[in-house]
Nanobody, 124 residues
Framework: QVQLEDSGGELVQAGGSLTLACAAS????????MGWFRQPPGKGREFVAT????????YYADSVKDRFNIFRDFHKRTVYLTMNDLRPEDTAVYYC?????????????????WGQGTQVTVSS
């Protein structure tokens, strides 16, 4: 069983940068893939990025791949999401996710462990 605690969300101006953190605890966390999703106001949860602990392979949504970077720190058991050139449309609650074998990583239903969410608000 893995537990996730995400943090780092805040109010930021358009064009700014922000880094979110997802601290993982529990057993065998390195067997899990890790992901970030977001839920804009009034909309459904959408895929942002994913990374594997082993190998570090990454995958991004088209809307963020040139601006966001997902990376992990083994010693801290933490996955980060650095967001650059933020836009008002990036405003959302951001959620960390984990799953041993997400069959379709961009689909919400492929992930079964979630953090509590952290609010990111981008002002224009």
């Amino acid at each position: 069983q893995v537990q996730l605690e995400d943090s780092g969300g805040e109010l930021v101006q358009a064009g700014g940068s922000l880094t979110l953190a997802c601290a993982a605890s529990g057993n065998h966390i390195y067997d899990y893939a890790m992901g970030w999703f977001r839920q804009p106001p009034g909309k459904g949860r959408e895929f942002v990025a994913t990374i594997n602990w082993i190998g570090g392979s990454t995958y991004y949504a088209d809307s963020v791949k040139d601006r966001f970077n997902i990376f992990r720190d083994f010693h801290k058991r933490t996955v980060y999401l650095t967001m650059n050139d933020l836009r008002p449309e990036d405003t959302a609650v951001y959620y960390c996710a984990a799953d041993k074998q997400p069959t379709l990583p961009s689909r919400v239903e492929s992930w079964h462990t979630w953090g509590q969410g952290t609010q990111v608000t981008v002002s224009s």
